[in-house]
């Protein structure tokens, strides 16, 4: 018999979480077994999570997204679990999604996508995707689909079969957060594990928030998006020629922020740069407080 661990992730969000969980008791096709990691809350949660009989709980210092389904996956794929379903904290799972899933064609050990529906608008998609032959904004643009190849919201609903992670392991903590799970779902990829989305099960998730910039000191994040990507052109592409095209996107993306008339542009120019440097020297051990670009802004904005 198949089982299904959910894993979730949460870091100071309770209210949130609380909405997250509640969402997976209401299942037409009730989880297994639920696996919450609390990635160093102090809002309450740790001592809340103490009184849900119903959970397995690890509770950890805060190490990121990366860190956090790293811990979770490890730990639903050693308890035995068939298929792992992933989420943040902060998503809603329509009553049927795990349903939706688990009958949606077998592709064998795969990973399995929600469509992640905007919280604030049930006709658009709260992640935007771009493929050179196809946008999906609109909810529209994925139901006439009964899957989608090569096209996943990690982690928000991500089904994921254990013997993917036999194969690929779990996701790198070093990465922390932003862009993690794209480096994730590019090693299943890389590896010929199918990677799909599947519009009849439906998460809602509050929409992307960096489609016109995150405004400062906030921006921080995208410096972990900028360092991570070379992972994910390295993914897709293998090591020489992955570092290659990280180099040239990254000095686009630069040189994007330098012409772009946004309030701290030159924050964004030194963040990007920062990023892209630290990526080619391999440095993934910066967490947002030794960030120097961040270290230079508050220290400026006293």
Same mark, same amino acid.
């Given at each position: 018999?198949?089982?299904?661990?959910?894993?979730?992730?949460?870091?100071?969000?309770?209210? !949130?979480?609380?909405?997250?969980? %509640?969402? *997976?008791? &209401?299942?037409?096709?009730? /989880?297994?077994?639920?696996?919450?990691?609390? $990635?160093?809350?102090?809002?309450?949660?740790?001592?809340?999570?103490?009184?849900?009989?119903?959970?397995?709980?690890?509770?950890?210092?805060?190490?990121?997204?990366?860190?956090?389904?790293?811990?979770?996956?490890?730990?639903?794929?050693?308890?035995?679990?068939?298929?792992?379903?992933?989420?943040?904290? !902060?998503?809603?799972?329509?009553? %049927?999604? *795990?349903? &939706?899933?688990?009958?949606? /064609?077998?592709?064998?050990?795969?990973?399995? $996508?929600?469509?992640?529906?905007?919280?604030?608008?049930?006709?658009?998609?709260?992640?935007?995707?771009?493929?050179?032959?196809?946008?999906?904004?609109?909810?529209?643009?994925?139901?006439?689909?009964?899957?989608?190849?090569?096209?996943?919201?990690?982690?928000?609903?991500?089904?994921?079969?254990?013997?993917?992670?036999?194969?690929?392991?779990?996701?790198?903590?070093?990465?922390?957060?932003?862009?993690?799970?794209?480096?994730?779902?590019?090693?299943?990829?890389?590896?010929?594990?199918?990677?799909?989305?599947?519009?009849?099960?439906?998460?809602?998730?509050?929409?992307?928030?960096?489609?016109?910039?995150?405004?400062?000191?906030?921006?921080?994040?995208?410096?972990?998006?900028?360092?991570?990507?070379?992972?994910?052109?390295?993914?897709?592409?293998?090591?020489?020629?992955?570092?290659?095209?990280?180099?040239?996107?990254?000095?686009?993306?630069?040189?994007?922020?330098?012409?772009?008339?946004?309030?701290?542009?030159?924050?964004?120019?030194?963040?990007?740069?920062?990023?892209?440097?630290?990526?080619?020297?391999?440095?993934?051990?910066?967490?947002?407080?030794?960030?120097?670009?961040?270290?230079?802004?508050?220290?400026?904005?006293?």
């Amino acid at each position: 018999m198949e089982t299904v661990t959910a894993v979730i992730v949460t870091y100071n969000r309770l209210a !949130d979480l609380k909405i997250c969980l %509640d969402s *997976l008791r &209401q299942q037409t096709r009730k /989880p297994d077994a639920m696996l919450v990691v609390n $990635n160093g809350s102090t809002d309450g949660t740790t001592e809340w999570l103490t009184t849900q009989a119903d959970l397995t709980v690890i509770n950890q210092a805060n190490l990121g997204g990366a860190g956090g389904f790293a811990t979770g996956i490890d730990g639903a794929y050693k308890s035995g679990a068939t298929w792992l379903w992933c989420m943040d904290d !902060d998503c809603i799972a329509a009553p %049927d999604a *795990l349903e &939706q899933l688990l009958n949606s /064609p077998n592709l064998g050990p795969c990973i399995k $996508n929600s469509m992640s529906v905007s919280v604030r608008d049930d006709q658009e998609l709260a992640f935007y995707v771009d493929r050179p032959n196809r946008k999906y904004r609109r909810v529209t643009d994925m139901t006439s689909f009964d899957l989608i190849y090569g096209v996943a919201s990690f982690f928000n609903g991500t089904l994921i079969h254990s013997d993917v992670v036999a194969s690929i392991g779990i996701p790198d903590l070093k990465l922390f957060i932003w862009g993690d799970e794209v480096e994730y779902m590019t090693r299943a990829q890389r590896m010929g594990f199918p990677v799909v989305t599947v519009p009849k099960s439906v998460f809602r998730h509050p929409p992307s928030f960096d489609r016109n910039g995150i405004p400062w000191p906030g921006a921080w994040k995208q410096y972990y998006a900028v360092r991570n990507q070379r992972r994910v052109f390295q993914n897709m592409h293998g090591s020489a020629v992955g570092m290659a095209i990280f180099m040239r996107w990254a000095a686009r993306e630069i040189g994007q922020q330098a012409v772009l008339k946004r309030t701290n542009r030159m924050y964004n120019v030194l963040l990007f740069g920062e990023a892209a440097v630290d990526s080619v020297i391999n440095n993934f051990r910066k967490r947002p407080d030794s960030i120097l670009t961040l270290r230079l802004y508050k220290m400026m904005h006293k």
